[in-house]
Structures are given as structure tokens and as C-alpha cells.
């Protein structure tokens, strides 16, 4: 197939890209590189033998948009880009509605208008807010109690009333719950910018001793010691998972949810532990505050995607910070900066005033093509 993958030089997308160059498919990026690089894609292409051709362009950006759709004709779409940082969500609303709820609907505008209807869309556990239990299933309540959250639950129910307008329309929504690790060469990786917002790149910056102490976020949650429990997965199984739900999508129509997780909640204090072991090094850490807005504990029910998908995760917590040592450990301060003479010339958000959406680093793709 001839996919085109929106976000796919980011930590999720490249993983993705990775699986379906190893698939055979054709594959097609369309990101502004507001959070990535494009050395990312370098490196898929070493690992697979295989390229990924670059477009840079903004979802904000119509016309961008309809050019590749145009170029490509593409059999279908895996929609990565957004933004995803819920303390800034909290702080610049506009800016999460804007990027990704118009920025997705935008991109659907695109694929209708050029007779393109399979899609997978990358949800979050986070549109079920505090659902009252710890084992999400896809038929709870959507309820997301924060900006990014809501803007993944508007586009949800956006995409189940496109569905409903039409059986032409073939849609997945992937509901992921912890995305961690890294791929087995340690080539391709989480690389964020600024001070990490999630645990395990936090430990992991810690461990490589770019910073100096994890903050734990309360040990007096009712959970078996007290700090928070997550459902973290491998970011190579939840990549096999969106090429398992595109196969689903070819012979269904409708919107689907599923949820991506592995069934199974971690403290903060198991993964502190395991990346111990996994890394040799003691990792410093204080106990702080609970940290506002975070719950104590919750996992997926994941029966629905290997019922329907045919997909479960296969690696555990072990796998998972072992191979985000490797990633770090090898490349401690993530990809390498561009020369700025490298940078692509073209940097439509800015025209559409997105803050944050100047190429982060630049080393020259193989193939890019400038919109
Ligand atoms: P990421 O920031 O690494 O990747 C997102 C990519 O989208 C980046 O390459 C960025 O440059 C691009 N992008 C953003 N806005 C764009 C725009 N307007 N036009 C074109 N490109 C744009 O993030 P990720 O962790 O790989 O997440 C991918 C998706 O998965 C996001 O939609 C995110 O909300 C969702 N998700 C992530 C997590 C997580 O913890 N990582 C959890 C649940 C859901
Ligand atoms: N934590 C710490 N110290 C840190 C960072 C996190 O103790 O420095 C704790 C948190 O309190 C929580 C656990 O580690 O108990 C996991 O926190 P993360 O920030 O890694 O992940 P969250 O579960 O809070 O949220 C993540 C993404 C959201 C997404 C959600 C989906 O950040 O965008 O998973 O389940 F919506």
C-alpha cells in the first residue's frame, strides 16, 4: 500500500514508518518538524534498507495539504501529528484545539476531497478522564478532563460522525495507554524537548546524568506502594498495532476504538527499579507532592484488540527499559543538531502563528520534498 504518515519523523510515527517500510508498503511523511527530526528517518532508512520520503508541511495548512493528496493518491492514512503536552494544553488551549482538532479536520477535508477514507487515528487512554475504575474498557464514558484529552475526544467523536455519514469511511482509533521504550538498535528513540514531562524519559535523563533526581509525584495513592500505577507499553508493539488495525480497516467500514495497551499496571517505583537493573546505575530520587490532575492508578483492557485486530503486546517492562537504555545511552542527548544552513527553508506554521513549530533540528533526509 501507499500510506501516508502525518507526524511520522516523531518518537511514535518513526517506530510506525519503521514497521511498514518492513512491510513492503510505500511510505510517504507528512510533518512539520515542530517535535522531531528528520534524522530520525535517516535512521529508519539505515535500519530497513528502505526510505521513507519527507514531505514538510503543516495540517494547518490546506493547500499543503491538498498538494500531496493530489501527488500521492495515497491508499491510506496513519494520522500521528498533534501536540501532546497536557500542562501546555492547559496554557494554550487555542493552540491544542487549533493544531489538533482543525489541523484533523483539515487533513480529513483532504482525503475526502481526494477519495482517500482509511485512516488510523492516534487516540489516548486520556478521553476516558477519572472513568471510576482502573481497568478501561472501549464502551466506558468518554470524559477527558484536560485540553489535549478533550481535543483527542472532539476528534473522536468527529471521526464517528464522518463514519456514520457514510460506509466509505474506514476508520481506527487507537486509544494508547504509556508509549515507552525504543527500537531494539537503539538507533531510533523518545527524544523531547526541553524537560521531559513523562516518566520514562525523565529516569532515562537521569540515568545518563543529564539530570540530577527523578521527582516521584506522591507514595500515598492506595496502590501497593503508593505511587502511581500505568499500563506502559512498547512502542514497537504499539507500532505493530496500527499496522494491525490498518489491515482491519481494508474490510471494515465504520470507526473503530481500541484500546492499546498491555493489560498490566507498573508503579513508579517498579520502573525506577527495572531501569536500575537494566542500566547498572543507581538512580537518585525524592518523593514529592502528588503532582495535580494525575490518578492513582490505571490499565487497559486490551481484549478487544486481540478479539478483533488480532494484536497483543509482546513485550514486557524488562524489554521496554532495557531497550530506552539502549536509545539513551547511546545517544544522550537525543539526535544530533543540524547545522541551521541544513534547515529546510520552508516553515509554513509560522505563517498559521503556531508557536513552538520552527523545525526543531534538521539534518538533511534523503529524500524531502519542501511544500
Ligand atoms: P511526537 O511529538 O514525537 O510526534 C508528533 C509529530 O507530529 C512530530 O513529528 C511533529 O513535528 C508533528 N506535528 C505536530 N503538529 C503538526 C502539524 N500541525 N503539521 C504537521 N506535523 C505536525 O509525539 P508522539 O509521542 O510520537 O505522539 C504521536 C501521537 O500520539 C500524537 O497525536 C499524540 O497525541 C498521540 N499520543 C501520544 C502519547 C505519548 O505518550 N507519546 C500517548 C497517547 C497518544
Ligand atoms: N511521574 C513521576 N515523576 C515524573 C513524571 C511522572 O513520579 O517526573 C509519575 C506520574 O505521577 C504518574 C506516572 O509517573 O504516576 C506516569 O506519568 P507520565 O507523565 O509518564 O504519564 P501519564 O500517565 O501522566 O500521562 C501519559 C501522557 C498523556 C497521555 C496518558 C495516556 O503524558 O499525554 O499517558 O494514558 F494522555
Redesign the pocket.
Known amino acids: 500500500m501507499r500510506i501516508l504518515v502525518t507526524g511520522g519523523a516523531g518518537y511514535i510515527g518513526s517506530h510506525t514508518v519503521l514497521l511498514l517500510l518492513e512491510e513492503g508498503h510505500e511510505v510517504h511523511v507528512f510533518d512539520n518538524l515542530s517535535n522531531s527530526s528528520p534524522e530520525a528517518l535517516n535512521r529508519v532508512a539505515e535500519i530497513t534498507g528502505r526510505e521513507a520520503r519527507l514531505h514538510v508541511g503543516d495540517l494547518l495548512d490546506q493547500r499543503q495539504l491538498d498538494d500531496v493528496f493530489a501527488e500521492l493518491k495515497p491508499d491510506a492514512v496513519i494520522h500521528f501529528a498533534g501536540l501532546?503536552a497536557?500542562g501546555e494544553s492547559v496554557d494554550f488551549p487555542l493552540r491544542y484545539y487549533r493544531n489538533n482538532v482543525t489541523g484533523t479536520l483539515n487533513l480529513l477535508e483532504a482525503m475526502d476531497s481526494h477519495d482517500v477514507h482509511t485512516l488510523v487515528f492516534s487516540s489516548?487512554?486520556?478521553v476516558y478522564g477519572d472513568a471510576g475504575v482502573v481497568k478501561y474498557r472501549e464502551d466506558l464514558k468518554l470524559d477527558a478532563v484536560n485540553p489535549?484529552?478533550r481535543t483527542k475526544m472532539h476528534v473522536e467523536q468527529m471521526l464517528e460522525d464522518v463514519a456514520g455519514s457514510s460506509d466509505k469511511w474506514h476508520i481506527a482509533r487507537l486509544r494508547?495507554?504509556?508509549p515507552v521504550g525504543a527500537h531494539e538498535s537503539g538507533r531510533i528513540g523518545e527524544d523531547p524537548t526541553g524537560i521531559p514531562?513523562?516518566?520514562?524519559p525523565?529516569i532515562s535523563q537521569v540515568a545518563v546524568g543529564r539530570r540530577p533526581v527523578?521527582?516521584?509525584?506522591?507514595n500515598d495513592y492506595a496502590t501497593p506502594d503508593g505511587?502511581?500505577?500505568?499500563d506502559y507499553i512498547h512502542v514497537v508493539d504499539l507500532a505493530a498495532a496500527h499496522l494491525a488495525a490498518l489491515e482491519y480497516c481494508i474490510d471494515h467500514s465504520g470507526a473503530h476504538a481500541w484500546n492499546i495497551g498491555t493489560g498490566h499496571g507498573s508503579s513508579?517505583m517498579e520502573v525506577l527499579h527495572a531501569f536500575e537493573r537494566a542500566s547498572g546505575r543507581d538512580i537518585p530520587f525524592e518523593l514529592v507532592d502528588?503532582?495535580p490532575g494525575?490518578l492513582a492508578e490505571y490499565y487497559a483492557d486490551p481484549t478487544l484488540a486481540r478479539e478483533e485486530i488480532g494484536w497483543k503486546a509482546e513485550r514486557g517492562l524488562e524489554e521496554m527499559v532495557a531497550d530506552n537504555w539502549r536509545w539513551q545511552s547511546t545517544n544522550p542527548d537525543g539526535y544530533p543538531d543540524a547545522d541551521p544552513a541544513d534547515l529546510p527553508d520552508t516553515d509554513p506554521s509560522e505563517e498559521d502563528g503556531v508557536k513552538g513549530s520552527k523545525p526543531k533540528r534538521a539534518t538533511g533526509p534523503n529524500e524531502t520534498t519542501k511544500l
Do not use: C, E, P, Q
Not at 197 to 200: A, E, K, R, S
Open positions: 501532546k497536557v489516548s487512554a486520556t489535549y484529552g494508547y495507554f504509556n514531562n513523562n516518566l520514562m525523565f527523578l521527582r516521584i509525584f506522591g505511587t502511581g500505577v500505568r513508579v502528588r503532582r494525575d
